[in-house]
């Protein structure tokens, strides 16, 4: 069974703080379903700090988190963690958006 979030109830339309980050997760992770779809329509802006602690969150998950409707603004914000991470030698293997992350990017 698949459970679909939707960010923008959870968080508003931006996304501050890692702590805010590491609870939604550990909430995410309590949860029965093992396949998570986390929609991120109509959230506009994730800060550099939540970005990162997203995607360490979700490497450590066992859920299989698949994100949904990300703005070309959030997958920009992604993509410069992954660039920082890559920058400093560290193998990472989160996901990459595409061109226009509008449908569902998945790992």
């Known amino acids: 069974m698949v459970k679909k979030v939707s960010l923008i109830s959870e968080?508003?339309?931006?996304?501050?703080?890692?702590?805010?980050?590491?609870?939604?997760?550990?909430?995410?992770?309590?949860?029965?379903?093992?396949?998570?779809?986390?929609?991120?329509?109509?959230?506009?802006?994730?800060?550099?700090?939540c970005a990162d602690e997203y995607l360490k969150q979700k490497k450590v998950s066992k859920k299989k988190i698949i994100e949904a409707n990300m703005s070309n603004e959030?997958?920009?914000?992604?993509?410069n963690?992954?660039?920082?991470y890559e920058k400093a030698g560290v193998v990472v293997s989160f996901p990459i958006c595409e061109d226009r992350c509008k449908n569902v990017v998945s790992v």
């Not at 309590?30 to 506009?44: C, N, P």
């Open 81 to 84: 963690v992954e660039n920082q």
């Open 11 to 49: 968080f508003g339309s931006n996304i501050f703080t890692r702590n805010s980050i590491s609870n939604f997760f550990s909430e995410l992770n309590l949860m029965k379903d093992k396949e998570i779809v986390l929609d991120f329509e109509s959230v506009e802006f994730i800060s550099r700090s």
């Open 74 to 79: 959030i997958c920009s914000m992604f993509k």
